[in-house]
């Protein structure tokens, strides 16, 4: 079964500076996608960034940078030059390879709350 | 282009009674799937329609159902209410093997 571990459950970070949010994951499966999604209070879910498991580079969108270690089963994100409107909670999710039983299936971590301060 | 929308936004029911949430996906998205988030968790699986079509359930007792209709858009169902299902319930809409879009959410309160 597929699991996903965020041992962080706060984090603050100062803004203009750089945070990494942490990501462990379990699977059997050798295809499987990692995502990361902000969550602000309104509820709506948004996604940042991706990377499957056969991706050679780290997967990078604007500030958002995922750091993918295979062999450690890591895949934690890095905001650069964190602005206020980046407080919010973060959840790290994998997706199992398509045309499996649950098809497309997200299984959540328990999510890492960023506080950003002036 | 109009993202996911969900109906209602805010619902409150009592216990035992049944409730509806809609859910439309982006267009041309023929893949729905349903998560139920309580409050300070991640989101739970709950179904997964492609194609009008159950593609993927979690595990979650039978009180739930789901179905999608012909234009690819979603209800889930939850019959006998219970205390604990209060939770935001999220929609998301893909095209097969992308990233998920997400909905506003449903949250709904059970006394």
């Known amino acids: 079964a597929q699991k996903i571990t965020q041992t962080q459950p706060g984090m603050f970070v100062q803004e203009k500076e750089a945070v990494t949010l942490d990501c462990t994951y379990d699977t059997s499966d050798p295809s499987y996608g990692l995502f990361w999604y902000k969550q602000p209070s309104s509820g709506e879910m948004i996604f940042l960034i991706y990377?499957?498991?056969?991706?050679?580079q780290n997967a990078t969108e604007g500030r958002y940078s995922l750091n993918f270690q295979k062999a450690r089963k890591s895949a934690n994100l890095v905001i650069s030059a964190s602005q206020l409107g980046d407080s919010a909670m973060y959840f790290c999710a994998m997706r199992e390879a398509a045309g499996g039983t649950s098809y497309g299936k997200l299984t959540f971590g328990q999510g890492t709350i960023l506080t950003v301060h002036p | 282009d109009a993202g996911v929308t969900q109906s209602p936004t805010h619902l409150i029911k009592t216990r035992g009674q049944h409730v509806t949430l809609r859910c439309s996906p982006i267009?041309?998205?023929?893949?729905v799937s349903w998560y139920q988030q309580v409050l300070g968790q991640g989101p739970q699986f709950i179904f997964q329609y492609y194609e009008k079509e159950e593609r993927g359930r979690g595990n979650f007792p039978d009180r739930f159902s789901a179905r999608q209709f012909p234009n690819y858009s979603s209800e889930l169902n939850v019959n006998a209410l219970l205390l604990g299902d209060s939770a935001l319930y999220l929609c998301?809409?893909?095209?097969?093997?992308?990233?998920?879009?997400f909905g506003p959410g449903t949250r709904l309160t059970v006394t």
């Open positions: 267009s041309g998205h023929k893949s």
């Open positions: 998301a809409s893909s095209p097969p093997g992308y990233e998920q879009y």
């Open positions: 990377q499957g498991s056969y991706d050679q």
